[in-house]
Nanobody
Framework: QVQLVESGGGLVQAGGSLRLSCAAS????????MGWFLQAPGKEREFVAS????????AYANSVKGRFTISRDNAKNTVYLQMTSLKPEDTAVYYC????????????????WGQGTQVTVSS
């Protein structure tokens, strides 16, 4: 099992930027593809972005394409989500996730989760 700890959330004005980080420990980081999900109040958790074990492949939700960038530093056991041009509708708790299945864009593809970090975008 891998342990995940997110950081970097906060309050930002619309149009601003934030970078989320997720530090992993406990198992070999490169065994996992990594993902970010968000959950807004009263809504289901949904996919934001993911990155393959090597970092060569990425995937994004349509709502964040061109604004968010996922990356990973395997030497630091950390995955990042750079968020730019933030909108009020991006407000949510953001969760880091790790998985070992062959796919990495669905909730079921991820078996380990962080505790989440709150992102609030004011208008």
């Amino acid at each position: 099992q891998v342990q995940l700890v997110e950081s970097g959330g906060g309050l930002v004005q619309a149009g601003g930027s934030l970078r989320l980080s997720c530090a992993a420990s406990g198992r070999t980081f490169t065994s996992y593809h990594m993902g970010w999900f968000l959950q807004a109040p009263g809504k289901e958790r949904e996919f934001v972005a993911s990155i393959s074990r090597t970092g060569f492949s990425t995937a994004y939700a349509n709502s964040v394409k061109g604004r968010f960038t996922i990356s990973r530093d395997n030497a630091k056991n950390t995955v990042y989500l750079q968020m730019t041009s933030l909108k009020p509708e991006d407000t949510a708790v953001y969760y880091c996730a790790a998985g070992t299945s062959t796919r990495y864009t669905r909730l079921v593809d991820f078996g380990s989760w962080g505790q989440g970090t709150q992102v609030t975008v004011s208008s």
